[in-house]
C-alpha cells in the first residue's frame, strides 16, 4: 500500500483593508483508493495463470482469459503478491507461472548434488 502526503500551509493574508484570503500549506496523509483483491479473485488469477496454454502472457491477454472481469489495479497488487511469492516471473515480455508444488520435485532437489 502506498501512503501519499498532501502539503498544506495556512497562513491568513491582510492587505490593506482588502478582504483577506487564505492560503494553505499543511502536511496530512492523502488517502488514495486502493483496491483489495479477495482470496475468490486471487485463485482465479492463479489458475489462469496455471492452466495458460502460453508460456508467457502480457496483462492484457491475461484479462481477457479470466473468467471474471478484474478491475486493473486489483490485477496490478494480485501479480505483485504472486511476484513477491516467486509464484510467477514478470519480465520485459509478460507473465509467466513459475511456481512448482509437486513432491517430487522436492524431493528430487534435496537428494541432488550441488555443483
Not at 483593508?17 to 488514495?32: D, E, I, Q, S
Not at 491475461?62 to 504472486?82: A, S
Not at 515480455?93 to 508444488?101: A, E, F, L, S, V
Amino acid at each position: 500500500m502506498r501512503i501519499y502526503y498532501l502539503s498544506i500551509d495556512i497562513n491568513w493574508v491582510s492587505n490593506n483593508n482588502k478582504k483577506g484570503r487564505l492560503l494553505t500549506n499543511t502536511t496530512a496523509p492523502l488517502n488514495k483508493q486502493s483496491r483489495s483483491p479477495t482470496l475468490n479473485t486471487i485463485k482465479m488469477v492463479e489458475e489462469t495463470l496455471q492452466n495458460m496454454d502460453e508460456s508467457i502472457i502480457s496483462v492484457a491477454e491475461l484479462k481477457r482469459k479470466l473468467p471474471k472481469q478484474v478491475n486493473h489495479n486489483t490485477l496490478t497488487t494480485i501479480l505483485e503478491y504472486l511476484e513477491e511469492s516467486d509464484k510467477i516471473a514478470v519480465s520485459i515480455k509478460g507473465i509467466t507461472w513459475i511456481h512448482n508444488d509437486h513432491p517430487g520435485l522436492n524431493k528430487a532437489i534435496s537428494r541432488g548434488i550441488e555443483l
